[in-house]
């Protein structure tokens, strides 16, 4: 039977959110280092034994990563922050980590040599603490590529896969087909193929009976699934007038619920009518969906 867990998400008392987790029927959890509001990294490692939730991982500060591809201190001290996260995890005993290839919509420019260097530090920082550093699919495709490519023979790289983002920026590249023998992370969410508003599953309009048959392929998705979205943060869509992200919306799975979603000031706000301990049984009903799928394609 394949484990779902899910990312601890937003601001409240930690403690309450790992309960109803824990309750919903989740396995394990993953977490992230931009979050540690309510005390320190140890802190939740042990509320998170406490409730017997594993942690599969921990979100690395993604941040200002795009500039790790340009000349500077900048870069260079982004760099320094990777190696000093993954350091700090692995000391609180978490072995492995998502790293982000580049950040945003920041244009990094053509692959380059401070890219490629930085990145091959981060894992030899990785390599050396016995950690394993996983790089995200993101916007700027060509760079993930490139780095994967280059660091292919690495012992600590692997692959993280976000369905959203490649729903979003990447529709036509065969992510899980290029790195599914390397993955060790996956970030399911759903979204409307243009803007990652980090969605449940069947919310958005991922083909999921593609996914799942492509997950299917993988070692570690027939063991192990992980959902990344969104409880009640606000997806700013600047371009977007509220009539036109309405007009999309109403395209969605989603607007079946009315409900579950605000959209006002070309912003969309979603699941924020849900406790926490409701937004996280309907998302375990959801990846369970997915894993069911995913068998069903073993």
């Given at each position: 039977m394949?484990?779902?867990g899910t ?12 309960i109803?987790?824990?309750n ?8 992230s280092m ?8 140890e ?16 979100h ?7 500039e790790?591809?340009f000349?500077?201190?900048?870069g260079?001290?982004?760099c320094e922050?990777?190696?000093r ?5 692995a ?21 380059n040599?401070y890219?490629i ?8 920082c ?5 950690f394993l550093?996983?790089l995200?699919n993101?916007?700027f495709?060509e760079?993930?590529?490139a ?15 976000d369905s959203?983002?490649?729903?979003a920026?990447?529709?036509?590249f065969?992510l899980?087909g ?16 243009a803007?990652d ?24 998705a027939r ?10 943060s606000?997806?700013?869509l ?5 009539d036109?992200i ?6 969605l799975?989603?607007?079946?619920e009315?409900?579950?979603?605000i959209?006002?000031?070309s912003?969309?706000?979603s699941y ?12 375990y009903?959801?990846?369970k969906k997915?894993?069911e799928?995913?068998e069903?394609n073993?």
């Open positions: 394949i484990q779902i990312y601890v998400h937003g601001g409240g008392n930690y403690e309450e959110k790992i109803a987790i824990k919903a029927g989740f396995d394990f959890v993953a977490i931009g979050a540690l509001s309510d005390g320190t990294l802190y939740q490692v042990e509320l998170c034994k406490k409730y017997g939730l594993e942690i599969d991982n921990i690395l500060t993604g941040g200002k990563t795009t790790i591809w000349e500077g201190e900048l260079d001290k982004v922050r990777y190696c996260e993954i350091r700090m995890a000391a609180a005993g978490i072995k492995k980590g998502i790293a982000h290839i580049t950040w945003g919509h920041t244009d990094p420019g053509e692959v040599e890219g260097s930085r990145l091959t530090k981060m894992a030899d990785a390599l050396e603490n016995g550093l996983c995200e993101s916007i495709i760079h993930l590529f780095t994967m490519e280059k660091l292919k023979d690495h012992p600590a790289v692997r692959f993280t896969y959203g983002h490649r729903n920026f990447a529709h036509d065969d899980l290029a790195f599914g023998n390397r993955l060790a992370a996956l970030h399911i969410d759903d979204n409307d193929a803007h508003l980090h969605l449940m599953p069947f919310d958005g309009n991922i083909d999921w009976e593609r996914d799942a048959r492509q997950l299917a392929k993988t070692e570690f063991e192990r699934i992980c959902a990344e979205t969104s409880y009640g606000e997806k700013k600047k371009e977007l007038s509220d036109e309405n007009a999309i919306v109403d395209k799975p989603i607007s079946a009315p409900e579950l979603y959209i006002k000031d912003v969309m706000k924020a009518s849900l406790s926490y301990a409701d937004y996280m049984v309907r998302l009903a959801k990846l997915l894993a799928m995913i069903a073993i």
